[in-house]
């Protein structure tokens, strides 16, 4: 187990600006998302915050007067290096441990043991790595749209206007040839338009105005799945899983009705054979997620949009670039509609996830919320 100590005096977490007696110096604690425990250098528990109650699943009571190594898979490393901190050995210590919870599987979690002002007490801080691995994988989504859009641009305006000359040239030449040889025109004709209603496709969110306006998001829903149940009329069930408290917020409706439609219409193309046996289900599912980060911000609360179905699931040569424009899992498919899902979603300053697996695909669409 990798182990940095810091010889010189470095604690970021230091108690130094609260009041010296009463728990009531370590109230702040109770607004960090990271989990915090204040212990004496023998490892009891004074004070355990909010987030440390819920991650392992127990009341600050019980916590509080707990020995903390015990916390952990493997207790005597957290022993060590508190007795560390006690004898001045260092002023803080990082390392990666296993955080045990209660009826759940242990939590991976980076330790930060630091020094207070106080003898004979110090603080550990434990940062979920997952978490740590979500922002990162969010930070690469936010990166990855923004390449796309630039590309889409550039690569759209530099097909359109060499596009136009071609399909111009086929038609004076069409007039020109003899009437059996018009057929090979025609085939240059049509891909031209084909080609040109692709680029149109991938322009259409940077050229059509961002048209604010109050969304409710079960309205949104509900028109996506009279759409999706029009077009798949038998054995396909769209199961409503709303949370009806959600609040109308300020939004583009048409995008928002967009961006949830090519989803679900990705997951219907890919439940044929689950059509076939009357088996194929697509669930709507709304939630309030609360104190949620993404996109490198905080915010207070959050829409969640779940659009599940019971497919076979992303292959697992394309999970990492679903997002990326012109690539499809579908043999035929032209591989814009997560592209775009994700910038209407994005121009709402909100972000996409996919978790998937054979049997249970979820997209969550998460927006902002006032």
């Given amino acids: 187990m990798k182990m940095d100590g810091l010889k010189k005096p470095f604690s970021p977490t230091s108690l130094s600006s609260f009041p010296a007696s009463g728990p009531i110096r370590f109230q702040a604690f109770d607004l960090l998302a990271t989990l915090v425990a204040v212990v004496r250098t023998d490892g009891c528990v004074i004070f355990a915050n909010a987030a440390l109650e819920d991650a392992l699943g127990t009341s600050r009571r019980t916590i509080e007067g707990s020995q903390l190594p015990d916390c952990f898979t493997e207790p005597p490393i957290l022993k060590h290096a508190l007795e560390g901190a006690g004898s001045n050995e260092f002023a803080a210590l990082r390392y990666d441990a296993w955080l045990r919870r209660l009826n759940h599987e242990p939590m991976p979690v980076h330790v930060v043991v630091a020094q207070t002002d106080i003898v004979g007490e110090a603080i550990v801080e434990m940062l979920p790595l997952e978490q740590q691995a979500k922002q990162d994988r969010e930070e690469r989504l936010i990166d990855q749209a923004q390449a796309n859009k630039e590309l889409i641009r550039n ?12 399909r111009g040239a086929a038609q004076l030449l069409q007039m020109e040839i003899d009437r059996e040889l018009t057929e090979y025109t025609q085939v ?19 050229r059509r105005p961002h048209l604010v306006g109050d969304v409710n998001i079960h309205e949104v829903c509900e028109r996506v799945r009279s759409l999706i149940l029009a077009e798949f ?6 199961v409503r899983d709303y949370d009806t408290s959600i609040p109308e917020f300020r939004g583009d409706r048409e995008q928002l009705i967009q961006a949830v439609l090519n989803i679900a219409h990705n997951a219907a193309q890919v439940l044929a054979e689950r059509m076939a046996a009357g088996e194929a289900r697509i669930i709507f599912r709304t939630r309030i997620a609360r104190q949620v980060t993404f996109g490198k911000q905080r915010y207070r609360l959050a829409l969640e949009l779940h659009v599940i179905d019971n497919g ?6 394309i999970k990492d670039r679903i997002f990326y424009p012109l690539v499809s899992g579908r043999e035929g498919g032209s591989g814009l509609g997560l592209t775009l899902a994700q910038t209407f979603v994005q121009q709402h300053h909100g972000l996409i996830e996919c978790d998937s697996r054979p049997g249970h695909t979820d997209f969550k669409l998460l927006i902002p919320l006032p």
Wanted: no cysteine.
């Fill in 155 to 166: 690569l759209a305006h530099e097909i359109k206007n060499p596009l136009g000359g071609i």
């Fill in 188 to 206: 240059i004709i049509h891909e031209a338009d084909r080609l040109q209603t692709l680029v149109d496709r991938l322009l259409a969110p940077h």
């Fill in 233 to 238: 009329p038998k054995g396909l069930r769209v």
């Fill in 312 to 317: 076979p699931g992303v292959p697992d040569s």
